[in-house]
């Protein structure tokens, strides 16, 4: 699983302590289907890591707004595979001649493939503005553990947010 995160520059993020999130259509019951049935599970991880961070939810008046979206992008990946070359050399005291010439390999195979992506951004409520985002992509298919796969993309999304408010 490859992580990245992005932080707007001159800004603190010490300075958001409270948080509420957007788009809290995707967690009601009746949603359970298509691309937003994990929604709520998402939302119960980032909140378990918000609090680990020392953030607090506050609906009525948060210092920052978290969303996150998800996706399944199809993919292309190229490998080539080795070139084997056959070599010819004689030599004696002195002196040495030979050669090589490629005879096989090179081949160029297309490797089609599903890549999964969580991403979460966290936004400046009044000006919508994004302050940071983290997102992780990883190849799927249908042996994955997506719940295993979603638990361990956030942990490792929020490990990327570079804040740690100390309780009091």
Do not use: C
Request: a negative charge; glycine letters at 8%.
């Amino acid at each position: 699983m490859q992580t990245y995160s992005y932080k707007a520059k001159g800004v603190d993020l010490d300075n958001y302590k409270t948080y509420a999130w957007v788009n809290l259509e995707h967690f009601v019951d009746e949603n359970k289907e298509g691309e937003k049935r994990y929604a709520r599970y998402i939302l119960d991880l980032a909140n378990e890591q918000l609090l680990k961070k020392g953030f607090k939810l506050d609906v009525e008046n948060p210092d920052a707004v978290f969303q996150f979206d998800t996706k399944i992008e199809n993919k292309l990946k190229y490998t080539q595979s080795p070139t084997v070359s056959v070599g010819v050399g004689f030599g004696g005291p002195g002196y040495y001649v030979g050669g090589a010439v490629p005879v096989s390999g090179g081949q160029v195979s297309a490797y089609q493939y599903e890549e999964g992506v969580l991403s979460i951004e966290m936004l400046e409520p009044k000006t919508g503005k994004l302050i940071w985002r983290g997102w992780a992509q990883e190849e799927i298919s249908f042996e994955t553990d997506i719940e295993s796969d979603l638990q361990m993309a956030v942990k490792n999304i929020f490990m990327k947010l570079p804040v740690k408010h100390k309780e009091k």
